[in-house]
């Protein structure tokens, strides 16, 4: 393990909240043990932590991404916009690539400050591919609910993958459910080999869905960039709206487009909060700049 203490940056997507760290100098080793404990809300605080490595792919950078439950993961939206963003400050281009092992990512300026748009790649509906557990022709609502058989209270869920599988429950209200009680249930269920992001969402017109998420791996979260692609791409396969939305989450709006090429386009800000360093061995951090705490 590194003697030395090792230097992060705190940020955060619409409230999705990330610890970044640079290995692309040194390899960086947390245990899942660490990143638990750093990841409370008492420590540093984050969803994700994010390690930069350098890519063998020939992009810009490697993107290695754990939960805050200690596990890897493929993918994060809200992550590779803040990646994307340091990246094109670093490098002066308007643009950056990012390799995940979801594949490879590409970001762009939006023209807004702070502001990032991602190129998600294509999103994959096939049962096998997001996986789940049992085959499924149709992907846009599978056999799956919660509560009685004859009145469930959560039911026929739309299930998609954009690097990691989610599950989207179409509901009038998405605060009108328990998520906290339900989304630990839905997001073990045996129907999904390697869990899955759990959504509520309502479409509110052809632009325009509502969408809270219980992220595998982190719980409850202010915003997740994968749910908000999924959950839009998911809409339009059911003609439920258009092919470009604003997706509100409890953090803020992403606009997310699926184009004809079938790539979904994700638009959204990032934000700095702090940087620090921690020391490896006792997990002790500091922080310095605006929001340290």
């Not at 043990?33 to 540093?44: N, Y």
């Not at 056999?143 to 004859?150: A, K, R, T």
């Not at 759990?198 to 202010?222: C, F, K, M, N, P």
């Not at 959950?231 to 059911?238: I, Q, Y």
Request: charged share 25%.
């Amino acid at each position: 393990m590194q003697a030395d203490p090792i230097p992060f940056r705190k940020m955060n997507g619409l409230g999705n909240e990330f610890a970044v760290f640079d290995g692309r100098s040194g390899p960086i080793y947390l245990s899942a043990e660490a990143i638990r404990t750093l990841g409370q809300p008492e420590a540093i605080g984050f969803d994700q932590m994010i390690t930069l490595e350098r890519s063998k792919a020939g992009a810009d950078v490697f993107m290695r991404i754990h939960n805050r439950d200690g596990g890897e993961v493929d993918a994060c939206g809200n992550a590779t916009r803040c990646v994307g963003w340091l990246l094109m400050g670093e490098n002066g281009r308007p643009n950056a690539t990012i390799e995940t092992n979801a594949g490879l990512l590409r970001a762009y300026e939006s023209g807004r400050p702070e502001t990032v748009t991602v190129d998600m790649g294509k999103p994959r509906f096939a049962w096998n591919q997001i996986p789940l557990a049992e085959e499924f022709h149709d992907t846009r609502a599978i056999e799956l609910q919660i509560g009685p058989i004859d009145d469930p209270i959560l039911h026929t869920p739309s299930a998609v993958s954009m690097g990691n599988p989610h599950a989207i429950f179409w509901v009038d209200d998405v605060e009108a459910y328990d998520l906290v009680r339900f989304g630990p249930l839905l997001e073990n269920h045996p129907i999904f080999p390697e869990r899955a992001n759990i959504s509520l969402a309502h479409v509110t017109a052809r632009d325009a869905i509502t969408v809270r998420t219980w992220e595998r791996g982190v719980g409850l979260t202010q915003a997740c960039g994968t749910a908000a692609c999924a959950a839009a791409v998911a809409a339009m396969r059911k003609k439920l709206t258009d092919r470009k939305v604003t997706v509100t989450l409890p953090g803020g709006p992403l606009l997310v487009e699926w184009r004809d090429d079938d790539h979904v386009w994700m638009t959204g800000p990032v934000e700095t909060e702090f940087e620090g360093t921690i020391d490896p061995e006792t997990l002790a951090w500091t922080a310095r700049g605006q929001g340290a705490t």
